[in-house]
Nanobody, 121 residues
Framework: QVQLVESGGGLVQAGGSLRLSCAGS????????MGWFRQVPGKEREFVAT????????IYADSVKGRCTISRDNTNDSVYLHMNNLNSEDTAVYYC??????????????WGRGTQVTVSS
């Protein structure tokens, strides 16, 4: 049974940085993209970033491009999201997502439970 466990969320001041981690277990992730979506109450889940098995296969949403770096550790089936220069619009629940394409919610096979990120002004 595949499990994705996120960690690293919390409260951060505007302009600050945060690093999210997601550890996968119970499955084979080689053929999947591993990444992140986020959701604000009352809004649809939004793609943030994803990373394929191969190095250099990162994809970012325009809203975070230049401020976020996604990395993947294939030996530990883990994916990380380092976010810089955070602002209030980054406040959301961040979900680890594993899927065949990774950028669209309909292609996600597995979800984590989410971790809250709150940016205070």
């Amino acid at each position: 049974q595949v499990q994705l466990v996120e960690s690293g969320g919390g409260l951060v001041q505007a302009g600050g940085s945060l690093r999210l981690s997601c550890a996968g277990s119970g499955g084979t992730f080689r053929t999947y993209f591993m990444g992140w979506f986020r959701q604000v109450p009352g809004k649809e889940r939004e793609f943030v970033a994803t990373h394929g098995w191969m190095a250099g296969s990162a994809i970012y949403a325009d809203s975070v491009k230049g401020r976020c770096t996604i990395s993947r550790d294939n030996t530990n089936d883990s994916v990380y999201l380092h976010m810089n220069n955070l602002n209030s619009e980054d406040t959301a629940v961040y979900y680890c997502a594993v899927g065949t394409i990774g950028t669209r919610e309909s292609t996600i096979n597995y979800w984590g439970r989410g971790t809250q990120v709150t940016v205070s002004s």
